[in-house]
Nanobody
């Protein structure tokens, strides 16, 4: 019933910025957990940032101060603003709403 579509990925140089968007369609009675995860080649999927329905946020230590997660309920969209990007941020980024997952969007950061 729920479909998540990510956009905003691409290739940037170190120090650059990207803004990821995740638009949800279908029936979500209660979006109590929304977040962004990433998976680099040869690595396990890891949590990057999450936001609760009450507005509370948590970040992975390496992105704290550089990334900001936000949401717009009217637009049914979750955002991830990524600043001061580093090569180690290179990964496929996935959005999550409750137990639903998007297909992922590639982020590549060059030196």
């Amino acid at each position: 019933q729920v479909q998540l579509v990510e956009s905003g990925g691409g290739s940037v140089q170190a120090g650059g910025s990207l803004r990821l968007s995740c638009v949800a369609s279908g029936s979500i009675l209660s979006a109590y957990l929304m977040g962004w995860y990433r998976q680099a080649p040869g690595k396990q999927r890891e949590l990057v940032a999450l936001i609760t329905s009450a507005g509370g946020t948590d970040y992975e230590d390496s992105v704290k101060g550089r990334f900001t997660i936000s949401r717009d309920n009217a637009k049914r969209t979750v955002y991830l603003q990524m600043n001061s990007l580093k090569p180690e941020d290179t990964a496929v980024y996935y959005c999550r709403v409750n137990s639903n997952w998007g297909q992922g969007t590639q982020v590549t950061v060059s030196s």
